[in-house]
């Protein structure tokens, strides 16, 4: 009995809708915000405009060619530029998790942010997945002028927090992307928890270390 070939495109279809719906079912998107896209061999796809992460009909997952054309699925995300912008500064990048997780955003709304780095290196964890997180000046949701920033900051960073909004993670992948999302989210909360308190961070020889080890390119 032969086996059904399935395409690179309808597995991460329906990798996009199994992963998003775990980011939902575990708090860390709500209603229909946040947006998710991945890189194909020929285009790229991203989910649709105010749709629900936990409820994602992989069929009708937008498809869209580099020129912002939609080929097939339902209108994308209005944020379709921010994924764009980021893509085209990181060729290597396979796929893009933008979440209004709570305790990311949570801080991008605190006021005296490093806008370099705007979360400390608390573990080693954070460093490896995320690296060094500029803070991008506040834009109202869907101003074009966003993917400007973001393409200036995503050539040296492989994740950015929007002020007064949330976080664009990259990744090799989708499943890569989602880790360091999580990761991220779960560094912001401890963040928050440790506001106030003497804080031991990781010294830039530490850093340097983990680089070495594990051929971090951050």
């Known amino acids: 009995m032969n ?8 597995r991460e279809r329906d990798k996009i809708a199994r992963l998003s ?6 708090g860390l998107t709500a209603g229909s915000s946040g947006n998710i896209s991945v890189r194909l061999s020929d285009g790229w796809l991203l989910t649709p405009t105010n749709s629900c992460l936990g409820e ?6 937008s498809r869209l060619d580099w020129q912002g054309r939609v080929l097939a699925g339902d209108p994308p995300s209005k944020e379709a530029f ?4 980021m893509y085209e500064a990181r060729p290597k ?3 893009i998790v933008h979440l209004h997780s709570t305790h990311s955003a949570a801080v991008s709304c605190l006021a005296g942010l490093d806008p370099d780095d705007c979360i400390p290196p608390l573990t080693p964890y954070f460093v490896m997945k995320i690296g060094r997180l500029p803070l991008a000046p506040y834009h109202r949701p869907g101003d074009p002028a966003l993917g400007d920033v973001i393409r200036g900051l995503a050539g040296r960073h492989g994740a950015v927090l929007l002020a007064n909004h949330g976080p ?9 992307a989602v880790y360091a999302s999580e990761e991220l989210e779960e560094t912001a909360r401890i963040f928050l928890l440790l ?6 961070c990781l010294t830039a020889e530490q850093i340097a270390e983990l680089k ?7």
């Open 3 to 10: 086996t059904p070939i399935i395409s690179e495109e309808t």
């Open 82 to 85: 921010l994924h764009r912008s």
């Open 195 to 200: 506001r106030g308190a003497p804080v031991n």
């Open 21 to 26: 719906r775990s980011l939902y079912e575990r």
């Open 168 to 176: 664009v993670v990259s990744g090799p992948d989708l499943q890569g």
């Open 56 to 61: 994602l009909d992989p069929a009708r997952i």
């Open 93 to 95: 990048a396979g796929a």
């Open 212 to 218: 070495l080890a594990f051929k971090l390119d951050i």
